[in-house]
């Protein structure tokens, strides 16, 4: 059993900053790419961004040079590093990982999701 648990969200102004952490734990092996991904109210999810366990990322253009994603392969754990938010930032953040099980196989995982609110 894989288990990916996210921490971090809350209710921030416009212009703060938040850290959203997600860590990965059971029965993991590797960790291919970890990401973050929004729901915004009437809105699909969507990538916010990813890393894979090489150190290469990619964002959204929405949050290209305001968000950072980091990864600490030692501890399974993916972070998302929130600066200089917006209202349209608001919405469920999910974390999600391509990982390979202890006892073999490939599969995608997904979070539980934490709430990011940004006040105008």
């Known amino acids: 059993q894989v288990q990916l648990v996210e921490s971090g969200g809350g209710l921030v102004q416009a212009g703060g900053s938040l850290r959203l952490s997600c860590a990965a734990s059971g029965s993991v092996l590797t960790i291919s790419t970890m990401g973050w991904y929004r729901q915004s109210p009437g809105k699909q999810r969507d990538v916010v961004a990813a890393?894979?366990?090489?150190?290469?990322?990619n964002y959204a253009d929405s949050v290209k040079g305001r968000f950072t994603i980091s990864r600490d392969n030692t501890k399974n754990t993916v972070y998302l590093q929130m600066n200089s938010m917006k209202p349209e930032d608001t919405g469920v953040y999910y974390c999600n990982a391509d990982l390979w099980r202890r006892g073999g196989g490939v599969a995608n995982y997904w979070g539980q999701g934490t709430q990011v609110t940004v006040s105008s």
């Open positions: 890393a894979t366990s090489g150190g290469s990322t």
